[in-house]
Structure formats: C-alpha cells, structure tokens
C-alpha cells in the first residue's frame, strides 16, 4: 500500500510518498507551437513552465489563488505531477501503484467548499484506494505530534490559523496576509518569487515586519481563552530574515517551528494517509 500527503499551494506544490519528497512552483504554462516546430500546444508545470515563460507567446498561469483552485485545467496538471512523480518507481507493477495508494490532501480553512470536486478529480485521474480531503494544517499539528495547539501556517496565498483541541479543528481562519503581499509590495512578476533570495534583499525587510504586524492581530484574536495552547508555525513564511524573532517578540511567548516548515503540511499529511494504510 502507498501512501500521499498532497499539499497543493499559492506558491508550490508540496508532495510526500513512501519513496520521495516533492516540491515544485504552483505554476502551468502553455504555448502553441510555431510554424517550423511543428502544430499543437505544448504544456509544463512547475520549473518546466517556468523554462518555457522565456519562450515568447508563452502563457504562464497560477492555477491556485489564495489557496483555491482557480483554473481547473492548470491545477489538475499540477495535481497529476505530484503524484506521477511521488510514484515513479523501477517496480515493474508501474501505473498500478495509483490505485493501490491512500492519498490526504490539505486544503485552506475556508476552502472546504472545494473538497469535493477535488477528491472527485483525484478519483477520476487515479482511481486511489481512498482519497480524503482535510483541513491543510492538521498536517502540521500531526508533523510536530501534537494534538492540542493554535496552528498557523504562514503560505505563499494565505496565512492560516486553526485551533485544535483533540486534533480536531474547532475554529479557524484563512488570511490573506501572507508571503505573497511582499511580492505585490516590491512589484516582482509572476514567477519571481521561486528565487527565495529575493527575500534577503534589504528591500524586503521593511514588508517583512509589515506583513508580522498584520498577522499578529489575528492570531491573538484566534487564541483569546486558549493562551495556555503551544503556538506551531510552520510555512515558508516562519523563514523569512527576522520573522521569527518579530512573532515571539510581539507574542511574548516562543513559538513551535516543525523541523522543515515548507513541507511540514504535507509531511503530516503522509502520516495520515499511513495511517489509513
């Protein structure tokens, strides 16, 4: 039996099976051929598309927006990618291990209305012995094996809190402060972000702080009469220079960082799906 915990977001799309970690930019592309190359469309993903966006005539897309799909041709490709290759394998049996897997797929808090559809396109693609769509973070409060705690992940698209209790989630919210407001501050284009230096920059760093205050307020909102709750972050966000150090100071508490924030979603996305196993 294989296992999958699947996180599909703003910014990339974070994959992790028996046999591999995967992760790769939130991004389709599309071109038609030109004449002396031959008729059709071509079509890439992930640092593929990103390659052909220098090719002139090329459409770059992002297919998930504040951590919702929003076109469904590019964000199934996108889909299909992360698993085809979280399966690749010399096993002879090839193919054959999509239908004999358990996949976990996480979703923003507020996105729940999109479970379905998802969980019906990954079943038509694959046919899995079980799909299950949750709430995105629960990977995290799973990753840190925890069961009672204030979650927030700090994505590309939203910035996520959810209280668990009994690692159910009895309340949260999805913000749409996140990484990519500092993005949309420094005017980058669509594909800029995948270079994480750019976050080094001095430039950034002014945003940074920014983006910490913004956050701040909502998750003391989320926590009032929970304060005694351990505080996870996880995401890519928690890496940038300084953001850290600026929660705990305006928290006045430390805060829980999974040992890798970027995958720690779907990391305790797999251990669910192993344990469905």
């Known amino acids: 039996m294989n296992a999958i915990g699947l996180d599909i977001g703003t910014g990339f799309v974070k994959c992790v099976s028996d046999k591999k970690q995967i992760k790769f930019p939130s991004i389709y592309a599309c071109r038609q051929l030109a004449t002396w190359e031959g008729r059709g469309v071509v079509e890439a993903v992930g640092d593929e598309a990103i390659k052909m966006a220098e090719i002139p005539n090329t459409r770059v897309k992002r297919p998930v927006m504040l951590g919702k799909p929003i076109d469904e041709k590019g964000f199934e490709k996108l889909v299909v990618k992360a698993i085809e290759m979280s399966l690749e394998t010399n096993d002879a ?9 358990i996949i976990v797929v996480g979703l923003p808090y507020e996105a729940k209305s999109h479970a379905a559809n998802i ?3 990954i079943t038509r693609l694959f ?3 079980q799909c299950t769509v949750v709430a995105q973070v629960l990977g995290t409060l799973v990753d840190v094996s925890l069961a009672d705690a204030v979650v927030m992940s700090m994505g590309h698209g939203t910035t996520e809190v959810v209280v668990f209790k009994n690692s159910s989630p009895i309340k949260g919210i999805s913000i749409h402060h996140a990484v990519s ?3 949309t501050e420094i005017g980058s284009g669509k594909t800029a972000y995948v270079n994480q230096e750019i976050f080094t920059e001095e430039r950034t760093k002014p945003h940074i702080m920014s983006l910490a205050d913004a956050l701040i307020d909502d998750l003391n909102h989320m926590r009032q009469d929970m304060e005694c709750l351990p505080i996870v972050v996880s995401g890519g966000g928690i890496l940038l220079p300084g953001m850290k150090e600026a929660l705990e100071s305006k928290l006045g508490t430390g805060i829980i960082v999974p040992k890798d924030p970027v995958m720690s979603n779907a990391l305790g996305l797999f251990k669910l799906a192993v344990q469905s196993c």
């Open 119 to 121: 969980k019906k396109m």
């Open 127 to 129: 046919s899995p012995k």
């Open 181 to 183: 407001e500092i993005m």
């Open 93 to 101: 049996l090839g193919k054959s291990l999509e239908s004999n897997c």
